[in-house]
Nanobody
């Protein structure tokens, strides 16, 4: 069935970098718009970035613009989130989301990113 699996989270010091991956399966990945969300402890889930089917169009939340880069490799059915210059306020569980698939949304399980010294 349709599945999204995030990986790459972990503990990193402020100013460091992480690359998150979201492996997709069960659908024609290259046909779909993909998004990244995050939810910090005690806070609402928020949109971080999105990317169109080809990877040619991307958008970012103001809080991460210039530091995060979303990309995709359709041959590998994977969307990435490269996170640079990480700040403590970036600490959150990061999720990839397929916004619309046959009338429903699909979420991954999430991967935890902790930015702390």
């Amino acid at each position: 069935q349709v599945q999204l699996v995030e990986s790459g989270g972990g503990l990193v010091q402020p100013g460091g970098s992480l690359r998150l991956s979201c492996a997709a399966s069960g659908f024609t990945f290259s046909n779909y718009f993909m998004t990244w969300y995050r939810q910090a402890p005690g806070k609402e889930r928020e949109l971080v970035a999105d990317i169109n089917y080809s990877g040619g169009t991307t958008n970012y939340a103001d809080s991460v613009k210039g530091r995060f880069t979303v990309s995709r490799d359709n041959a590998k059915n994977t969307v990435y989130l490269q996170m640079n210059s990480l700040k403590p306020e970036d600490t959150a569980v990061y999720y990839c989301r397929l916004p619309y698939y046959r009338g429903r949304e699909v979420w991954g399980q999430g991967t935890l990113v902790t930015v702390s010294s």
